[in-house]
């Protein structure tokens, strides 16, 4: 990739965390741990490698995304916002009575969500379904899921691993935001995953890639690269994540939930303000 892309790519990494923070910030709280570990997965895919018009959401030829753990639904909302699904502002609504931004994604509610999750497990169901759909349709289109780590203690996201699989479903690539922890605790504790995520993945026949650092923008694109010219199996992404990631108050103790005090939003914000303009003065 060249270096302004890359340039471009971190800016608007950048720019989703600012906007989670700011997302969750006018509800006083919510899921900043999972959703900041993300940013720059959504980064490179809205930004660098999925098909998609803003102006026309449901258009049937679009890239899919599917966040199957809906819970992280404020980056998604931050990364539309950004790309002009909808004004921003609209989007420090969340989880109010009445808003298009619930706490988990909504297809029904929210301009550019392509299907609804929150239950942990069924969106690998539904973006696998969708993607199967798409091929039968022979659309050339590819279907895009991010899975937790303790997410994949769901027994569904094994049924539908070897599904995939058997299908051939060479336009889903998953990935799997492996950020060591999940609600109450270190995955490894909770339910560890023996020889791993990927060691899974592999064993039901996918094409498996590591990504070592899961919040490097570059490495994400160059592994989704290599996703994307795979045929004849599915691909799966493991990316070594960070949750909390740039949230002051989350990041050192990896919380799931977050509820902090209006003194440590407004430093967070500053700080993830400070994190961008950074990023800009790089180039
Ligand atoms: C079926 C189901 N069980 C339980 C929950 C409650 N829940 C929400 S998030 C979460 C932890 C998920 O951990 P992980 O997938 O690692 O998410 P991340 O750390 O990336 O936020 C749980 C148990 C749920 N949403 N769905």
């Known amino acids: 990739m060249d270096q302004q892309k890359l340039h471009e790519l971190r800016v608007f990494a950048a720019e989703i965390r600012l906007e989670t923070l700011k997302i969750i910030g006018s509800r006083g709280f919510g899921h900043v741990g999972g959703s900041m570990s993300m940013a720059d997965a959504m980064a490179v895919l809205y930004g660098a490698v999925m098909k998609i018009d803003p102006k026309n959401p449901r258009w049937e030829d679009r890239d899919w995304f599917v966040l199957s753990k809906g819970h992280g639904g404020p980056v998604m909302y931050a990364t539309l916002g950004l790309k002009g699904y909808y004004p921003i502002e609209t989007a420090y609504t969340l989880n109010q009575p009445g808003t298009d931004f619930p706490s988990h994604t909504d297809r029904n509610k929210t301009v550019g969500v ?40 769901e027994g569904q996201i094994w049924e539908g691993a070897q599904f995939a699989a058997h299908y051939q479903l060479d336009n889903l690539i998953c990935l799997v935001d492996d950020n060591k922890r999940q609600l109450d605790g270190a995955v490894a504790d909770v339910m560890s995953h023996g020889k791993g995520i990927g060691a899974k993945f592999d064993a ?5 890639i590591s990504v070592k650092d899961g919040n490097d923008v570059e490495q994400i694109y160059d592994a989704l690269q290599q996703a994307c010219a795979c045929k004849g199996k599915p691909s799966c992404l493991i990316l070594n994540t960070v949750k909390g990631k740039g949230a002051t108050f989350a990041e050192p103790s990896g919380a799931h939930s977050s509820q902090p005090t209006q003194e440590q939003w407004d430093e967070a914000i500053a700080a993830a303000e400070a994190a961008l303009q950074a990023v800009k003065n790089e180039q």
């Not at 539904?126 to 590819?142: D, F, K, T, Y």
């Not at 039901?204 to 498996?208: E, R």
């Open 114 to 153: 392509d299907l609804t999750t929150g239950s942990l497990g069924q969106g690998m169901s539904e973006a696998i379904g969708a993607a199967l759909g798409n091929r039968v349709q022979g659309r050339g289109n590819r279907v895009f899921v991010a899975i937790g780590d303790g997410e994949a203690d």
């Open 204 to 208: 039901f026949g996918w094409n498996v």
